[in-house]
């Protein structure tokens, strides 16, 4: 099983919502990925998860909030967004956080804040 | 800071013709990896050169690397229409104090249009 599952494939929220986006990864991958992604633009990193901890934040606002509740899912937590937070947010899995792993995506949650 | 930036922005090509798309970064790289998106879908993994590799092939694919100029390039031959998609270069790059959070950062991506 190569495959990374993100739920929902589609979001619509108020900025006032509490929602959360979930990626699942069944291969044995011990780092996990939060990217975001704006229309023609390329994937900006978010959060690194690896063996479980948080090992990268990239500077991202509080109202984004990862959590990892075991080595097969990852969660992202959203509250109090902002338009200009819709995007297409992609999940993604490797082995684990060296240089030379591959990355594997999910299809991604589109998600617009109205 | 970004790395890896791409060109063209854009390439339209007819099928049968060769695509190729440039890289260029600027520190320095363990591995330097190439992605393909197919509209607002996920990034699939199309191969990785070593920073001491200059050149592989995978099936229609050969990618370079030059490492005294930061830059790579893709070549595609024999295209066809299912290679239409954006592609993106992405580069290794180490955290401060080293260790193990390497994270991957992306150029700006070559939008490839394969006419039928």
């Known amino acids: 099983d190569t495959e990374v599952t993100q739920t929902p494939k589609h979001l619509v929220m108020g900025m006032t919502n509490k929602k959360s986006l979930k990626c699942e990864q069944h291969?044995?991958?011990?780092?996990m990925y939060w990217y975001k992604q704006k229309a023609k633009k390329p994937p900006e990193l978010m959060f690194v998860?690896?063996?479980?901890?948080?090992?990268i934040n990239e500077s991202v606002p509080s109202r984004f909030s990862p959590e990892c509740p075991n080595s097969s899912l990852l969660n992202l937590h959203l509250h109090a967004l902002q338009p200009e937070d819709s995007a297409l947010y992609l999940c993604?899995?490797?082995?684990?956080?060296?240089?030379?792993?591959?990355?594997?995506f999910g299809p991604g949650t589109r998600l617009l804040v109205l | 800071s970004q790395q890896g930036e791409e060109d063209p922005q854009a390439l339209s090509i007819q099928e049968g013709e060769n695509a190729t798309m440039n890289c260029s970064y600027k520190?320095?790289?363990?591995?330097l990896q190439w992605y393909r998106q197919n509209s607002g879908r996920g990034l699939v993994h199309l191969i990785l050169?070593?920073?001491?590799?200059r050149e592989k092939h995978s099936g229609r694919l050969r990618v370079t690397l030059d490492t005294s100029k930061k830059s790579s390039s893709l070549l595609i031959t024999a295209s066809r229409a299912a290679d239409t998609a954006s592609y993106f270069c992405?580069?290794?790059?180490?955290?401060?104090?080293?260790?193990?959070?390497?994270?991957?950062?992306f150029g700006k991506g070559t939008l490839l249009t394969v006419n039928p």
């Open positions: 993604a899995s490797s082995q684990s956080s060296r240089p030379q792993e591959t990355q594997y």
């Open positions: 291969m044995g991958h011990r780092a």
């Open positions: 050169i070593r920073s001491n590799e």
């Open positions: 520190t320095s790289i363990n591995n």
């Open positions: 992405a580069t290794d790059e180490g955290r401060m104090g080293g260790g193990s959070n390497y994270k991957l950062t």
């Open positions: 998860y690896s063996y479980e901890k948080l090992s």
